[in-house]
C-alpha cells in the first residue's frame, strides 16, 4: 500500500492451514484419530465442518503475531471448542478446558531501555529487544507461531530454555525460518509429511516420541487449498491493485513500483549493485 502496508497476501491460508495441521498433529500426539489432510479435503468450508464436529480435550494454546497469519490462526481456532482467553488469565488461571491465547509483538518482545513499546521503533531498530515470551511458554502444552521474523529480531526462545518448559510438546511453526525465531524448526517438513519430533535436550531429530517435541513446519501451507487461496489472492488484485492502475494511483502502485523507464526507482538503487556482480 501507499504506507508500505500489504495489500496481497496469502497469509491467512498460511494461518488458517498451519493451525488446521498442527490440531491434526495434537490428535496424533494423543492417540486419536486424525483427520483427512487439508490438501485432500481442498475447501475451507469443509475443513471447518471437520473441525465443529471434534472435541478437543484441556489444553493451552499460545499464538504469536499479530497479523493475516495469526488471524488465520484465529479464525480457525475459532471454528472449535477451543476458546480464546486474556493473558492475564493464561498465566494465572487453570482450566479444566481447551483455551488459548494470542501475544501480539508488544506483548513477546520488550525495550531493553524502555518500559514503552513503539512497534515503528522495534521494525527499525530490532537488536535493542529481548524476547518476553518465556512466561508464557511456561504455560504453554502446543505453540503456534504465526508471526513475522526478522533475522535481526530477538529469537522467540533459545535452545537452552527448552529445559524450562516441560509442558511444551508441540510446536506448529507456520513462520517456518530454519534456526530462526523457534529453535525447534531445524528443517522445513512437506505436505504430504508435515510432522517430525526431535530430543528436547539436543534439538536433534528422533523417531515419533511423545517424550520429544512434536514439530509442524510446512513451508508452502496456502498450496493445500489451492482454490481458496488463489481466489482471495485474484480477488485482491481486483480490488487492491487494478483500479490504481486504471484510475488513480493513491500511491501503493509507484511504492511498489522497482524499475521505470529503464532504471530503478531510487529506494531500488541497492539492486545496481547486484547487476554490476554479474558483468
Not at 146 to 173: C, M, Q
Not at 263 to 268: G, I, N
Amino acid at each position: 500500500g501507499k504506507n508500505g502496508n500489504r495489500c496481497l497476501g496469502f497469509g491467512r491460508f498460511a494461518g488458517i492451514v498451519g493451525c488446521y495441521n498442527t490440531l491434526n498433529l495434537f490428535l496424533k500426539v494423543l492417540g486419536k484419530q486424525s483427520l483427512a489432510n487439508a490438501y485432500k479435503i481442498n475447501n475451507y468450508e469443509r475443513l471447518t465442518l471437520n473441525l465443529k464436529n471434534l472435541y478437543f480435550p484441556k489444553t493451552k494454546i499460545l499464538v504469536t503475531g499479530d497479523g493475516r497469519v495469526s488471524k488465520g490462526v484465529i479464525e480457525l481456532l475459532n471454528h472449535t471448542n477451543i476458546k480464546e482467553v486474556s493473558k492475564k488469565d493464561f498465566l494465572e488461571k487453570k482450566f479444566d478446558e481447551p483455551i488459548f491465547c494470542n501475544l501480539e509483538t508488544k506483548d513477546y518482545v520488550i525495550n531493553n531501555s524502555s518500559t514503552n513499546f513503539d512497534l515503528e521503533h522495534f521494525i527499525k531498530n530490532p537488536k535493542e529487544y529481548s524476547s518476553s515470551a518465556l512466561k508464557y511458554l511456561k504455560k504453554t502444552n502446543i505453540f503456534i507461531s504465526a508471526h513475522y521474523w526478522d533475522p535481526s529480531s530477538p529469537k522467540i526462545f533459545k535452545n537452552e530454555d527448552l529445559e524450562d518448559l516441560p509442558n511444551l510438546n508441540i510446536v506448529g511453526d507456520i513462520t517456518c525460518d530454519i534456526n530462526g525465531s523457534v529453535p525447534t524448526t531445524i528443517r522445513s517438513t512437506t505436505i504430504e509429511k508435515p510432522y517430525y519430533w526431535i530430543d528436547k535436550k539436543n534439538l536433534k531429530e528422533i523417531d515419533e516420541n511423545n517424550d520429544g517435541i512434536a514439530v509442524m513446519a510446512v513451508d508452502n501451507l496456502p498450496s493445500e487449498l489451492p482454490r481458496d487461496s488463489s481466489t482471495e489472492f485474484s480477488e485482491g488484485i481486483i480490488n487492491e491493485v487494478i483500479p490504481f492502475l486504471l484510475e488513480e494511483d493513491d500511491g501503493r502502485i509507484l511504492n511498489g513500483t522497482i524499475t521505470t523507464d529503464g532504471s530503478f526507482l531510487e529506494k531500488y538503487n541497492y539492486l545496481d549493485n547486484y547487476i554490476n556482480i554479474n558483468e
